[in-house]
């Protein structure tokens, strides 16, 4: 989701990926360049599935350029791996309030829920948990966004 915010096309630009981190094939193959040239092979454009199984290949012996994958390859792998483990069902966007251990090595968490606009807490005990942080986009805090209101900075 941060790379297409961030608008990175998925048709042609590349991104720094490579077969170890290709989520949906824990084994790493066929990786990205493999599929990338077996899609080449079937739509007929042997040249491109050669340059990629030659980079590929050729890059720890003669110090090539490293293989990077097409943005929408690593899209789908990611949203083919979200979909077999059913990550919809199993994360919770909110800002945590607290978290601890508890005896038997499980977490308590108690977080508010983003988007609800109220100040309910929710709480979660589960056994792994983790931790995305930071804003996938610029977000002010409030101090700040009335600041900028009262001085006429937001309409410079």
Known sequence: MLCRNSQIPEEYERIR????SCPDNIWGWPGYA???AWSSVFSGNLVQAGKCLWQVFAE???NTDT?????GNVYASINREAKRI????????????????????RYVI?????GNGKNE????????????MGYPSV??????????????IANQ
């Open 34 to 36: 493999l599929r990338e």
């Open 67 to 71: 293989y990077t994958p097409i943005a």
């Open 110 to 114: 108690v977080y508010s829920p983003t």
């Open 17 to 20: 990926s490579n077969s170890d």
């Open 86 to 105: 059913s990550w919809k069902s199993m994360w919770r966007a909110g800002d945590i309030k607290a978290i601890r251990k508890t005896d038997d090595g």
């Open 121 to 132: 807490y929710q709480v979660l005990v589960a056994k792994y948990i983790h931790l995305a």
């Open 60 to 62: 720890p012996l003669l």
């Open 139 to 152: 977000q002010f805090l409030p101090d700040l966004l009335a600041y900028r209101e009262s001085t006429a």
